[in-house]
């Protein structure tokens, strides 16, 4: 004996599940749903982006669904127009279905009629907006518990090329005239408006940070990153301007652009020009040269390459120094 329970047909076309599929309450629950859909996507474009909770989680998400560009704060606005546009798709695929059950949409009292399929679909996007909230909160503190610093297990023990340069006062200048101290060493340019104002206002800290007694025996030393266009008088006005002081700080160039973007190659300082404007692309990168005058750390402006390159300068500042034998 089948004792499977059925459902007429006449009773299932009567029943809530298929009035709500198949009348006003479906489509009044995907309006409202996209609407506040919507609601959410202009928040992640047009939000802010500084301090607090709601910045970072606009900044990041502009970072990882619009493309966006953490050196410029742009953002890919063909990313934008596909997040935008789909849900408007899919509400419009279910417009052209139920033409006439969207038509009534037209009178107030049926939204009223069907007030809980909007109330519905709100706390449903409230809720899928809050997930995404929690978990980039979540993330955030977790990218905030920094490992500590691996130490000897990622130095390696890399020879500096001994390219001549010109620093910006005109005075020659060599790695080798470094020998015996710690070099802290980047790589920016005097139009740039994005990275290295970054750059060298970490270098700056970093600086403010030390001791006088470890600060002395630190040198910094900037790679020109545009070669062929900056003079002496030029990185002295950018070293000038930003507070740095003639020989603790060095602004160098090559004496022939060819040997400067040789070094540059060699000391995987990526560079490349965009012909469309003239802006160099970059990356923001640390080299820390211990007393031996080799190559010990690299680092870039990640979060935990920061915290990692203050311990690192610090325990090279206490390393002492046994000097080479001359060649």
Known sequence: ???????????????????????????????????????????????????????????????????????????SWLAVSVMMFEPIFVVGVAALLWRGTFARLKSPGLWLAHARAAVAALVLTAACAGGLVYYARTDAITARILPPFPGERIRVKL????????????????FSDLRGRVVLMTGVYAACTTACPEILLELKTLLDELPAAERAGLSVVALSLNPEYETAQLMDLVTEARGFSHPEFRYVNGERPAEMHDLLTRLQFSATRNPAN?????????????????????FTLDPRHRAWLRVALRSLLTESHVAAPAS
């Open 278 to 298: 003239g802006v160099i692309d970059h990356a923001n990168l640390f080299l820390l040269v211990d007393r031996t005058n080799h190559i010990a750390y690299r």
């Open 1 to 75: 004996m089948n004792t499977t329970a059925t459902i007429p047909a006449a009773g299932w076309a009567d029943s809530r599940p298929a009035r709500f599929l198949n009348g006003p309450g479906l489509l009044v629950f995907l309006l409202t749903a996209l609407a506040g859909y919507e609601a959410f996507l202009l928040v992640t474009i047009f939000g802010p982006t500084g301090g607090g909770w709601l910045g970072e989680f606009v900044r990041d998400f502009q970072l990882w669904c619009y493309r966006g560009d953490p050196r410029t704060g742009g953002i």
């Open 159 to 174: 020879a500096l090329p001994d390219t001549p340069l010109v620093d910006q006062k005109g005075a020659a200048f060599r």
